[in-house]
């Protein structure tokens, strides 16, 4: 109805709905959510797996997520200290402590800032000027090629597209009913590879 960008959409109705139930919308409450995700099997498990894994390679591996999820129910789940950095969506809280305004919305082409953030090493998101400057390869602190991108939802596609095309891997995560609808993802060369569960 007001045609409204999708993400700033669900910021302001999550805020709305609470308002109206009661909720105090606080940064306590977003990271009260995230403490009761439930995590497929192997998740909680992965990164030490595959932090043993690049030892025994002798690589450093990072990890991180940019989300269009809400970061501070990201920061309440028992998975946050795994990540280097957590890109999501933020509020910014008032004097009470309750959200006024979206301070960060990330979208599925805003994703892709967050990665060449990432692969030149720039973790201010405030700090335009470096973001859109050249940088080669060779200087870059992550280069694309050492990137593997997983990916569950549409908006995750640019993305992986990005990845897979700068010789990194991306790596589509869906649901086994989902099959037939991300199997474009695969034929249309967007994606290295796709993981049903």
């Known amino acids: 109805k007001e045609n409204m960008e999708k993400v700033l959409a669900y910021m302001y109705m999550m805020v709305s ?29 992965w990164f030490k797996r595959i932090n043993e894994y690049g030892d025994s390679l002798g690589l450093d591996v990072e990890h991180y997520i940019i989300s269009s999820g809400v970061k501070d129910i990201i920061e309440g789940c028992e998975i946050a200290p795994e990540f280097k950095k957590i ?9 009470n402590g309750d959200a006024v305004w979206p301070k960060v919305a990330i979208n599925y082409t805003m994703k892709t800032q967050y990665v060449f953030r990432i692969s030149k090493g720039i973790d201010n998101i405030t700090e335009d000027a470096l973001v859109n400057q050249r940088i080669s390869n060779e200087d870059r602190r992550v280069p694309y090629r050492n990137m593997i991108y997983l990916g569950d939802g549409i908006t995750d596609v640019p993305c992986m597209r990005l990845i897979k095309d700068k010789n990194g891997k991306s790596i589509a995560v869906y649901p086994r009913g989902k099959k037939e609808k991300v199997a474009g993802l695969l034929r249309d060369n967007r994606v290295n590879y796709i993981v049903f569960f």
Do not use: N, P, Q
């Open 17 to 45: 709905k609470a308002k109206a139930k009661g909720i105090h919308f606080s940064k306590k409450y977003l990271r009260s959510l995230g403490s009761t995700i439930k995590y497929y099997k192997g998740v909680t498990t």
């Open 87 to 95: 890109y999501a969506c933020e509020y910014m809280f008032d004097e």
